[in-house]
Nanobody, 127 residues
Framework: QVQLVESGGGLVQAGDSLRLSCTTSGRTFSSYAMGWFRQVPGKEREFVAA????????YYADSVKGRFTISRDNAKNTVYLQMNSLKPEDTAVYYC????????????????????WGQGTRVTVSS
């Protein structure tokens, strides 16, 4: 069983930065594709960013491209989401997800591709 624990959320002002972390249990972290998703109450969960197991490929939602950066440290079993130039519309609960079987770029952005999920960390951006 893989467990994911997010941290780093908080309350910031528009234009500020935050770095989210997601630490996973298990010895096979390096073989997992990792993703970040977010959800606002009353809305569907949406894709934010993803990174392949080798960190050779990264993917971003258009809404965060150029502002957010996903990275991973396989030695620490951790994936990061650096969020810069935050906007009020980035306010959401951010979830980390993992899966060892995603093989396509299209799959990296799909909620149904990921088998393992964290509990989420809340990010609030005030205007």
């Amino acid at each position: 069983q893989v467990q994911l624990v997010e941290s780093g959320g908080g309350l910031v002002q528009a234009g500020d930065s935050l770095r989210l972390s997601c630490t996973t249990s298990g010895r096979t972290f390096s073989s997992y594709a990792m993703g970040w998703f977010r959800q606002v109450p009353g809305k569907e969960r949406e894709f934010v960013a993803a990174i392949s197991w080798s960190a050779g490929n990264t993917y971003y939602a258009d809404s965060v491209k150029g502002r957010f950066t996903i990275s991973r440290d396989n030695a620490k079993n951790t994936v990061y989401l650096q969020m810069n130039s935050l906007k009020p519309e980035d306010t959401a609960v951010y979830y980390c997800a993992a899966d060892p079987w995603i093989t396509t770029p299209q799959g990296m952005g799909l909620i149904r591709s990921y088998h393992y999920w964290g509990q989420g960390t809340r990010v609030t951006v005030s205007s």
